[in-house]
């Protein structure tokens, strides 16, 4: 299965995300490539030091521009899965991974001018949609609020509802320290200590929903919340961010 994790905005926990589920399914038994298709290499640097410790390694290699689709159609057979790390931004890049990916996951922190990215997202998929009609699209609420007053998530949550081609996590990972500590030490954070039992639950929850199968039915294993009361879910391509 190729599942890639990308986005438009920059620190939104893309490499975090697919550098701990690509761990979390090395440990699972699985050969895994990681694909590190940002020129900053932190998802290099996360397999390099995870190769220096007993865990099951990470394959990783670096591909962008022409090289990468190739290397996706060319690679993916050899291993049991493929996650793929891709630079913040609309790139060609990103649109070539979508035409293969089975799975994205497009983390987001929840507010109001980060979910307003997903809406260029949005008409991506529903782009690589032509050629892939099977991509699915989860859309991960990343680095929310730990706070049970917190009403950014909900927000967010209800705003994202207006993205037709685009599902929402049914989990929510939180601003966690151990999720921050585990990466560069080249662990997931399940194999961090002091254990997490918060994160690492959050964690495996994402685990489940990026590499589970889909259902015949398409059945929801994730919901698309219905939107806030006075949320037309009207929106232009690149207008002004919401008040
Ligand atoms: N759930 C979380 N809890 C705490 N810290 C987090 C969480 N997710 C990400 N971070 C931290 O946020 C920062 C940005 O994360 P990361 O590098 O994964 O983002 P990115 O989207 O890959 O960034 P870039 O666009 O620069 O590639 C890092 O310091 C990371 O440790
Ligand atoms: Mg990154």
């Not at 893309?14 to 690509?22: G, I, Q, R």
């Not at 639950?201 to 259902?215: G, I, N, T």
Request: proline fraction near 6%; include cysteine; charged fraction near 25%.
């Amino acid at each position: 299965m190729i599942v890639a994790v990308l986005g438009e905005k920059g620190g939104t926990g893309k490499t975090t995300l697919a550098t701990n589920l690509a761990g979390m399914r090395a440990t699972a038994g699985r050969q895994v490539l990681l694909v590190d298709a940002d020129r900053q290499g932190s998802a290099s640097y996360w397999a390099a030091k995870r190769r220096a410790t007993t865990l099951p390694a990470v394959a990783c290699l670096q591909k962008f521009g022409r090289a990468l689709p190739r290397a996706l159609r060319e690679l993916a057979p050899r291993y049991d899965d493929v996650m793929v790390d891709v630079a913040a931004g609309d790139s060609q890049d990103l649109e070539e991974v979508l035409r293969v990916a089975d799975r994205v996951l497009l983390p987001v922190q929840p507010a109001g001018l980060d979910v307003w990215t997903l809406g260029l997202l949005d008409e991506r998929v529903a782009e690589a949609h032509g050629v892939n009609p099977t991509l699915v699209a989860l859309v991960v609420l990343n680095r929310a609020s730990s706070n049970p007053r917190d009403r950014d998530t909900h927000d967010a949550q209800a705003a994202m509802a207006a993205c037709a081609h685009l599902r929402v996590a049914a989990v929510v990972i939180r601003e966690r320290v151990a999720i921050k500590r585990a990466t560069p030490g080249g662990l997931s954070v399940k194999e961090y200590t002091p254990r997490d039992a918060k994160a690492a639950a959050e964690l495996a929850q994402l685990y489940q929903l990026a590499f589970a199968e889909e259902r015949a039915d398409h059945g929801r294993s994730t919901r698309n919340p219905r939107p806030a009361r006075g949320y037309t879910g009207q929106r232009p391509r690149r207008a002004a961010p919401p008040q």
